[in-house]
């Protein structure tokens, strides 16, 4: 049974598509000891961590490179000494090659500070394949940036949110008007300190693997003995496009620009119909991978901006599939606070649409 310690690996790096823990676990704890759970957007790994605390095989996809790095920390066995060992030879390496320049760095991070995020950050783009390494990369991407405290610093940033980067030019103007200048935080004690916590006391090691992949696409899933018999997820919600430019800080460290990319390479569309198809073209891939009766459970919103009715959403996205699923179920997941809604970087005078939860069989 996991206990209140076993959990805390969940909250390595917070996401702001996050969806909460107990949401994949009630459904999992249905499953039988052996069952493949997929997750085809798994963001953060929540599924794919809560299949690890039933002890069962899983497989996560992502088109984010963040999101990827998170979960595959998820999966790792690792201790937290192994962890701050490993960042110590790295801190102990020479200077980093290339450590950026302007207004931005010189106020969002000490200079100290930012050679050794540096330091870790080359290092770590190098070689990333052992658990400790693939544990220090998810926990850098959690502690990157943040709120500042009177206690001892959690975060290696001036203040800044947590679940996503503040855009340049109005974190330079947000600190400058207050007078704020970036803290000398000590990169190791916070890495330290946080590996203590988080990597304590994990659950067991289950077979799985979390693939930075585009779901739509032929082949992006991959294949397990006997099939899927869990599909646990949640889509991106129609006319959240966001996902790239506001974790554009995470995205450098990961071997990205220094700069924010208006982009949305790798999502899914939000133009009416072409969301519709692209999800259905999951769905498709999807039944393809799984057994018969695999049980699909979907947690998925609108934007109140937008004139959608989730449940009717859902169901043109599996009709349009061609595959056999059969909606078991509707029921309301009701209004979450606004850190957990995928609607929540929006600033909304309307009313948030409250959310489903979809449960689909595959028939054969």
Same mark, same amino acid.
């Given at each position: ?29 249905q499953?039988?000891p052996?069952?493949w ?11 794919n ?13 992502d ?16 201790t ?5 060992a490993?960042?110590?030879?790295i ?11 302007g ?6 991070f ?11 950050r ?8 052992s ?8 926990l ?23 679940? #996503? ?28 300190r946080?590996?203590? #916590? ?10 799985g ?24 997820t ?21 071997g ?16 009416q119909?072409e ?11 999807v ?34 599939s ?12 009701g209004?979450?606070?606004r ?5 929540a ?20």
């Amino acid at each position: 049974m996991p206990t209140p310690a076993h959990i805390r690996l969940n909250a390595l790096c917070p996401y702001f598509t996050m969806f909460p823990l107990d949401f994949p676990t009630h459904h999992l704890a249905q499953a039988r000891p052996g069952e493949w759970v997929l997750d085809p957007f798994c963001g953060r790994g929540t599924t794919n961590f809560a299949a690890r605390l039933r002890g069962l095989p899983t497989v996560g996809i992502d088109a984010s490179p963040v999101a990827v790095a998170i979960a595959r920390a998820k999966l790792v066995q690792v201790t937290p000494d192994e962890l701050v060992a490993e960042a110590e030879r790295i801190l102990a390496g020479p200077e980093p090659a290339d450590v950026p320049a302007g207004p931005f760095w010189d106020l969002a991070f000490h200079p100290r500070t930012l050679a050794d995020l540096c330091r870790l950050r080359e290092a770590l783009l190098r070689a990333c394949d052992s658990p400790a390494r693939v544990a220090l990369r998810g926990l850098i991407l959690g502690i990157l940036h943040g709120p500042r405290t009177k206690r001892a610093p959690s975060y290696l940033s001036n203040q800044m949110p947590r679940t #996503y980067a503040t855009k340049p030019e109005p974190a330079v103007r947000f600190w400058t008007r207050r007078g704020m200048a970036p803290p000398a935080v000590d990169v190791l004690d916070v890495i330290a300190r946080r590996a203590r #916590y988080s990597f304590a006391a994990l659950p067991p090691p289950v077979p799985g693997r979390i693939l930075l992949a585009d779901s739509r696409e032929p082949g992006a899933i991959p294949a397990v003995d006997g099939g899927y018999r869990w599909v646990v997820t949640s889509p991106p919600y129609f006319g959240m496009r966001s996902y790239q430019s506001d974790q554009w800080l995470r995205l450098w460290f990961l071997g990205g620009e220094p700069t924010v990319r208006y982009i949305h390479e790798g999502q899914v569309s939000h133009l009416q119909g072409e969301y519709q198809r692209d999800l259905a073209a999951v769905w498709r891939s999807v039944a393809a991978r799984c057994r018969p009766g695999a049980r699909l459970v979907v947690r998925f919103g609108c934007l109140p901006t937008l004139p959608c009715d989730p449940r009717q959403v859902m169901a043109e996205t599996l009709a349009l599939s061609g595959a056999p699923w059969r909606i078991v179920a509707v029921t309301g997941a009701g209004v979450p606070p606004r850190h957990r809604r995928q609607a929540a970087q929006f600033e909304q005078t309307r009313p948030a649409i409250e959310e489903i939860d979809l449960v689909a069989l595959l028939e054969e």
